[in-house]
């Protein structure tokens, strides 16, 4: 199913709408953008979409490329436009396209679309192996509380930030329908699945459901021992 589908909009207003969806939306991709290392050479970003958060990648990061992976061959076409030529592409699923060898892999708002936990157990153990030593993994998206009465004001937030653009019952049959496809994991499970792959997360944003989290990759090649150990 197209993104454009999934939302329910048309693609030329993504961008746009987006916003009105996602609260802290810029904000989220300021902070992860900011969690890219400024010396990164090659950036790869899963559900890429329109290109948001690559383009502040690549302002983060002045020597780097972007390889942007998709699904979705009409937001490549859209990442395209806004991204130039320090920007490839590949449509495919992340969850089965070769991921080259880079210093960050980003992905926003795409990894909810993971069915179950052991296929992201496996992207994130094939993310730790495409990651240079030092190599991070930024995910935004919305990681509500495991607590039911916490994650339920976590949802509440959610709907006032969908109320300021939309009706009560267009906001509710929002979030109806998106919860019906896409999986939203608790933020510790989702820093369990990070660290059982090898990486070592943390929170870098946190505000009601919605979290920025980056996963490191240790600097010492794994099998190598560290002189005086
Ligand atoms: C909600 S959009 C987010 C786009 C963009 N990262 C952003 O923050 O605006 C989710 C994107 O992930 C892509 N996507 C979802 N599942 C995918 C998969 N398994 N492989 C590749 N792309 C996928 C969709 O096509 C879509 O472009």
Not at 9 to 24: K, N, Q
Not at 166 to 171: E, I, L
């Amino acid at each position: 199913m197209s993104v454009a589908t999934h939302l329910g909009i048309r693609l030329s207003e993504y961008d746009a709408r987006i916003r009105t969806f996602i609260p802290f939306y810029e904000e989220m991709l300021d902070v992860a953008a900011d969690a890219v290392p400024s010396r990164a050479r090659r950036i790869v970003d899963l559900g890429i979409g329109t290109g948001a958060l690559a383009a502040r990648c690549l302002a983060r990061a002045p020597r780097a490329a972007v390889v942007g992976i998709d699904a979705d061959a009409d937001m490549l076409a859209a990442a395209a436009r806004r991204l130039g030529s320090r920007a490839a592409f590949v449509v495919d699923s992340f969850l089965q396209a070769p991921l080259p060898s880079c210093d960050a892999v980003v992905a926003s708002f795409a990894l909810h679309h993971v069915r179950t936990r052991n296929a992201k157990r496996r992207l994130y153990r094939r993310i730790h192996s495409a990651l240079r030593p030092g190599g991070v993994l930024v995910v935004v998206d919305c990681q509500p509380s495991r607590d039911s009465q916490v994650a339920a004001r976590e949802r509440d937030a959610w709907t006032a930030h969908l109320r300021r653009a939309y009706s009560a019952r267009q906001a509710r049959g929002f979030l109806r329908a998106w919860a019906a496809e896409d999986v939203y994991v608790p933020l510790e499970a989702e820093m369990d699945l990070m660290a059982g792959s090898g990486l070592d997360p943390k929170v870098v944003w946190r505000r009601d459901a919605f979290a920025v989290l980056a996963g490191r990759r240790s600097r010492v090649a794994q099998g190598s021992r560290v002189a005086g150990t």
